[in-house]
């Protein structure tokens, strides 16, 4: 079986994979100072609640965008599965050429959801994953990753209006039932999120007039949530970048 872990700033997106068949996965809090220790129990036990002995496991496979967790996780790999993992970097040849400048630059994790959208949608493709950054990637017709736009996520926006306003309070992000909020919680919900689509929604828009008859496909931890208001989203993936690894370990290990 297959490992997988999309390791981000907020979140570690952690799958199981026997062949093409996607058999559990969990979202966990990243945390940068954990301990390859931490890893490895956090991993056992998850696995041994999906019913997987440590010893199914065969390969590792690693998207990490946060530097200082890397030996850890090497650690972790070696020491609790006995498997070399295998850190996905930009730079390797994973089959896609990369225009952006230079290569090295590009988060793993948005070459991995720009291989696996071109593998299920073709091109040209862009891919909006909604994580701690709102990244938006361009796919074109020829398979290249042309590059994209970073904008902050919507978590960030919200911890940044109750950080500055004084009176403000901190919300939940979630879709308001109004537009028009009657309360100032009601209120700050609805621009946070009705603002979110508008950014969403104008930047693809923009991004279509450079990229026509593009497929737009959504993922990341608040695609569910902000996806159905936006116009310009096609799909939705929430298991995206969890495909993409899985592909790109096909590729290499033949």
């Known amino acids: 079986m297959l490992m997988v872990l999309d390791v981000g700033n907020t979140n570690t997106v952690l799958g199981v994979y026997r062949q093409d068949e996607l058999l559990h996965y969990w979202r966990l809090v ?3 100072d954990r301990t390859a220790d931490e890893w490895g129990i956090l991993l056992r036990t998850l696995l041994n609640l999906g019913d997987i002995s440590t010893g199914a496991i065969s390969a590792v496979v690693i998207s990490c965008v946060v530097p200082p967790a890397y030996p850890a996780l090497e650690e972790m790999s070696l020491r609790y599965f006995g498997i070399q993992p295998l850190f996905i970097d930009p730079t390797m040849d994973l089959g896609m050429p990369v225009r952006y400048q230079p290569p090295g630059d590009v988060g793993a994790d948005r ?9 299920h949608f073709g091109g040209p493709s862009i891919v909006v994953d909604f994580g701690t950054a709102t990244t938006f990637d361009a796919i ?5 990753y042309l590059g994209g736009v970073i904008a902050p996520g919507i978590a960030i926006s919200a911890e940044a209006l109750f950080l500055k306003a004084a009176r403000l309070p901190r919300v939940e992000v979630r879709r308001p039932r109004r537009v028009i909020g009657d309360s100032t919680v009601g209120s700050i919900q609805s621009g946070l999120y009705w603002g979110y689509v508008g950014l969403v929604d104008g930047i693809l828009w923009h991004m279509k007039e450079e990229l026509e008859g593009a497929h737009v496909v959504s993922t990341g931890g608040l695609a569910e949530l902000i996806s159905p208001a936006c ?3 096609d799909s939705v993936e929430k298991n995206l970048t969890l495909e993409g690894m899985r592909l790109i370990y096909q590729r ?3």
């Open 30 to 32: 990243t945390e940068r």
């Open 231 to 233: 116009q310009e989203i």
């Open 111 to 119: 070459i991995v959801n720009a291989i696996a959208a071109y593998e």
């Open 140 to 144: 074109s017709e020829q398979g290249e």
């Open 252 to 254: 290499l290990k033949k």
